[in-house]
């Protein structure tokens, strides 16, 4: 009989037991998941930092299923593919783990929007992929990165750098045409440097 006097039968004990076991169930692997996760984290740093990248990559992408609230998984799996990317290697396979580690950084930023590593990272990777082929975008692009670096931390002195690069870069090549196509046009009276 139940506290309210009501008769409980032994199919809604039974009913009520078997759910309570399968939320159980579900906490358990759950917290079974993390523990993988963690583990496979940890492999991957080990894989990292013996160089093997590849072996690094699919470590944290296994973590990341497992766990993605892991945020760590989702950084190291960015920073491993913006470690196999070539800057300047226009290659198919080279831009695709370019753009892969972007938006890996790009989703840790979907859940923690201050996170400096992922900003900086992608700053970093914008800047890289943007030389070749020379691309002023994806150097404006890195900027507003860095500057988003600046809002959160104005004390870092590294963005303030990266702007400047960029800007510098930005301006070089733009000069560069600029006294090409005056060249050009003015056959008897060059510009020089």
Known sequence: MSANGKMVTSSTAAKAFGLVAVVVIMFGAAGC???KARD???KGVASFKNGQYDTSIEDFKQAKDLDPSLLNARLYLATAYATE???GA?????VRVGQQAVSEFQDVLSVDP???SALDGIGSMLYNMAGTPFDPDKYNQSKTYHQKHIELKSDDPEPYYWVGVID????YRGNA???Q???IQNQKKQLKE
């Not at 226009?90 to 080279?94: K, Q, W």
Request: charged share 20%; glycine share 4%; hydrophobic share 35%.
């Open 168 to 171: 510098w870069t930005l301006a």
């Open 90 to 94: 226009p290659s198919d396979d080279n």
């Open 181 to 183: 196509a005056y060249n």
């Open 114 to 116: 201050g996170n400096l």
């Open 33 to 35: 998941n993390k523990l």
């Open 177 to 179: 045409e600029a006294r």
């Open 40 to 42: 496979l984290l940890n």
């Open 85 to 87: 990317y070539i800057p």
